[in-house]
């Protein structure tokens, strides 16, 4: 039997610093695994500094996007040139190490018998960077709010670390509407009211090795909201 294509979508702003170790460390973790960059047009450039590190690399490609920048709308064009290529298996993660390539082959594994596998901090075995209390707070509240309101019933239903099979990916994409990071739950919360087989597998989470953090307290705030108009829109369907 073969083995399944296995393409990563980075997004990325700013990355600079750290995108061309990560990518190396990417392309080590599993065998034949492929790399897409999708890079919203970063004035710190980004996307350069790919293409000089790994010029005509089969395996790792860059999308820059033009106009209207955003984590939402870059993770639905990355993953739809990621389906189009014939992958199999669709994962995403931060540029910053936050998320290190350590873990793939536990996530990429864990859908031998699931549709979607969510990287979580919070189990036995995983963990994250000390962070402050006001932090801590405010994401654990927001996790509470997405298992309360959407039914998720995950330890790390925030997390950004995850792999998804084509079959669980394809048909939700063009339900998505966020072109912000809010992406990430309005996808889970489409995945798992499709019925997928979600399971999640231990991470460690570390701090960001350079650059400054882009997601704000206040963000994650506004989440609690938006969670709750993201399930009266589609009550009932």
Request: glycine fraction near 8%; charge should be positive.
């Amino acid at each position: 039997m073969s083995k399944p294509v296995v393409t990563v979508v980075v997004p990325t702003y700013n990355e600079r610093e750290t995108i061309v170790a990560l990518i190396g460390e990417i392309l080590s973790s599993w065998p034949g695994i492929n790399i897409l960059v999708v890079d919203d047009a970063s004035p710190d450039e980004t996307a350069r500094e790919v293409l000089l590190a790994f010029p005509d690399h089969e395996r790792v490609n860059v999308l820059v996007r033009k106009g209207k920048r955003g984590r939402g709308l870059a993770g639905r064009e990355g993953f739809q040139r990621a389906l189009e290529s014939g992958s199999d298996i669709v994962g995403e993660m931060d540029a910053d190490f936050s998320h290190h390539p350590r873990f793939i082959p536990s996530l990429v594994a864990a859908l031998e018998d699931a549709d979607v596998a969510i990287g979580s901090r919070y189990l036995p075995g995983g963990g994250l960077a000390e962070r402050g209390w006001l932090r801590t707070l405010v994401t654990g509240t927001a996790r509470f709010y997405l298992n309360l309101w959407l039914g998720l019933k995950l330890t790390d239903p925030t997390s950004g670390f995850r792999f998804f099979r084509k079959e669980a990916l394809r048909p939700v994409l063009p339900l998505l509407e966020a072109d912000d990071p809010f992406i990430v739950t309005e996808l889970l919360f489409h995945l798992r009211r499709s019925g997928n087989r979600i399971v999640e597998v231990p991470i460690y989470f570390y701090q960001r090795r350079a650059g400054k953090s882009k997601l704000k307290v206040t963000t994650l705030c506004r989440y609690l909201w938006r969670v709750i108009c993201l399930r009266w829109k589609w009550r009932g369907r």
